[in-house]
C-alpha cells in the first residue's frame, strides 16, 4: 500500500529555535575521525559530525535548556526539519525527543512517524521510532491496529519491520494474536532485516509469556527462518 504524506514541516517558533541551537552547537563538537568510523558503521547511510552519545546528550541538554513543552505541530516541525539536514545526529536528536514527547502527539501523527520510517532508512532510527514512537501511538489508540495490519503488508521492509516492532515495549498488554499473526505472515520474507524482526519480537515477549513463544515456534518451525527461531528461543 502506498501512502501519500504532507512532508513539509509546518510553521512552529519552538521548531525554529530549537534548529537554530542544534546547527550551531552539534557542529562545534564534530570530530571528523570518528564521523568517518561511524558513517562506515552505518553502511554508509548517511554522513555523520562524530558525535559520541555521551558528547551528543549533553549538546542536547544545552539545546533544550528553557524550551517549553512542544505540542504535535512543534513535534512534527522538529522532526521533519532534523530529518532534512545530513548528518545522522540530527535525526537521532528528533527522535530522542519524539521519544521524549510522544504522549503530546495524538494519532495523526502516523503519518510523519511513517514518513521517518521510510526517509533515510536504517535500524539505527526505524527501531526507536518503532517501539517509542509508533508503538506509543497505537498504545494510546488502538483504531490505529488497522494501521499496522496495512503496514505488515507493506513492500517496504522498513514499514514492515516497523509493524512487528511496534510491540516490542507492551508486556502483558501484547496482543499475541496479532504478534503471531505477523509473524507468520512475513516468516517466507527472504530479508535479514524481517528475519530478525520475527525473532527479537518474540524473544521480548517471551520475556512476559515464555511458554507462549516456546508453542508458537514449536508449531511454525517448518514455516520459520532458522535465524527468527534461533533469536526467538535465545534466552529460553
Known sequence: MTVTVRTKAPRSDLADTVLERLVTQYPQRADPERAVRMRAYMKDVAPFLGLASPVRRELSRAVLAGTPRPDERDCTAIALRCWELPEREYAYFAVDYLRRHVKRCSSGFLPVARHLVTTRSWWDTVDLLAAHVVGALVEADPGLRSAMDEWIEDEDLWVARTAL????????????ERLFAYCVRRSGDSDFFIRKAIGWCLREYAKTDPDAVRGFVDRNRDVLAPLSVREALKNL
Open 165 to 176: 516492532l511496534h510491540q516490542l515495549r507492551y508486556k502483558t498488554a501484547t496482543d499475541t
